[in-house]
Nanobody
Framework: QVQLAESGGGSVQAGGSLRLSCAASGDTDSRYCMGWFRQAAGKEREGVASIDGNGSPTYADSVKGRFTISKDNAKRTLYLQMNSLKPEDTAMYYC????????????????????WGQGTQVTVSS
């Protein structure tokens, strides 16, 4: 069974950077849609970025130009490089995968992703 494990969260001041990683274990091919979601306290989970099996990324408007999603298929690891962090980026960040599709379906629907990590906390102070 495929498992996802995030790492790299932490506390940083506004304007700083963090890189999140998500390691996939238990599978032989990660060429499917993967993404990052986040959930701030008291708010709904929202999509941040996704990358399809061909490596094409999509970003939420709130992070465009600041965040970069990438994937190393050989290492079966997904990354999220976060620059110019803002206090409103504070949230629990989750790695997710839609192992049934190589493309990423539109709409950032949590239900489209069948695999989830445990999450890693990102806190940005002003």
């Amino acid at each position: 069974q495929v498992q996802l494990a995030e790492s790299g969260g932490g506390s940083v001041q506004a304007g700083g950077s963090l890189r999140l990683s998500c390691a996939a274990s238990g599978d032989t091919d990660s060429r499917y849609c993967m993404g990052w979601f986040r959930q701030a306290a008291g708010k709904e989970r929202e999509g941040v970025a996704s990358i399809d099996g061909n490596g094409s990324p999509t970003y939420a408007d709130s992070v465009k130009g600041r965040f970069t999603i990438s994937k190393d298929n050989a290492k079966r690891t997904l990354y999220l490089q976060m620059n110019s962090l803002k206090p409103e980026d504070t949230a629990m960040y989750y790695c997710a995968a839609d192992a049934a599709h190589w493309f990423c379906r539109l709409g950032w629907k949590s239900g489209d992703y069948n695999l989830w990590g445990q999450g890693t906390q990102v806190t940005v102070s002003s």
